[in-house]
């Protein structure tokens, strides 16, 4: 398949499902060899196949990122396996919200690991290698963190995402300051509400509070999101867009 990322390789984390997902497609659509990760084997493959199915290049490695020391070998065996790194989209999270006095600490530590460390762990190990390739081809290369509007207004039993996704726009912001001249964009993502799997792990109260809030909103879709962010990495090296909030049109 051929397309303005022809030649590229791109690593999409939490590629299962909902942004990673369709985020992914979009990406093979447009010529790049995409590798998913996620934890679940059977999604990734289905995903694969529907790629393939669509003329384009797609890699499966099935691994919990959460998990000290995987993200380092995932980036390893990419760059091993394909020769390069261009794009590296940080999809995968988590959000358990509810009562801070009655979820369990290891809800907290989940977002924490997931949401922040894991995608820290995945961008130092892929910085080298997207600096490398910077050099040659588009003379550029991407980090996508995908953060969320929880990232810029804290809410009542949200605190830890809050404060996971707040982390991930800072660094994102410090990481495009830090590696801008040498050509490496980063960029941040801050979606609304999404129709995703993400709302799916709420705890009761959280979920009846989700659900009236949103109750008379259309939410967006991941594949609104996906195109954003092929946006993004597709535009002249000169063009940097550091930060994009995306809201639900009905949503105050």
């Known amino acids: 398949m051929t397309g303005r990322l022809e030649g590229c390789v791109a690593l999409v984390t939490g ?5 990673g997902e369709a985020t992914a ?24 196949g529907r ?20 993200p380092a070998q995932l980036v390893a065996d990419v760059v091993a396996a394909e020769g390069r790194l261009d794009i590296l989209v940080n999809a995968a999270g988590v959000m358990l919200n509810g009562d801070s006095i009655e979820r ?15 995608l820290l762990a995945t961008t130092k190990a892929a910085l080298p290698h997207l600096v490398e390739a910077a050099k040659d081809r588009r003379g550029v290369a991407d980090v996508v963190n995908v953060s969320s509007i929880a990232g810029r207004i804290a ?21 495009r300051q830090e590696f801008a001249r040498r050509n490496v964009r980063v960029s941040v993502v801050e979606p609304g509400a999404v129709r995703t799997e ?26 609104d999101l ?5 946006h993004i990495v597709t535009r002249p090296r000169r063009v940097a867009l550091a930060e994009v909030v995306i809201r639900p049109t009905d949503h105050i």
């Open 15 to 19: 590629a299962s499902s909902g942004i």
């Open 25 to 48: 497609v979009e990406l093979a659509a447009q010529g790049a060899k995409v590798v998913l990760v996620a934890r679940r084997a059977e999604r990734l493959v289905e995903v694969a």
């Open 51 to 70: 790629i393939a199915a669509a003329g384009g290049d797609a890699g499966v490695l099935a691994a919990d990122i959460a998990r000290r020391g995987v």
């Open 104 to 118: 369990p600490l290891s809800e907290w530590e989940q977002m924490v690991d997931l949401n922040l460390m894991a």
């Open 155 to 175: 809410a009542g039993t949200v605190g830890v995402y809050n404060a996971t996704k707040f982390g991930v726009t800072a660094f994102s912001e410090a990481l």
């Open 198 to 223: 993400l709302f799916d792990h709420q705890a009761p109260v959280a979920q009846a509070r989700l659900s009236r809030v949103l109750a008379e909103v259309e939410q967006l879709h991941p594949e």
């Open 226 to 230: 996906a195109e954003t962010i092929v």
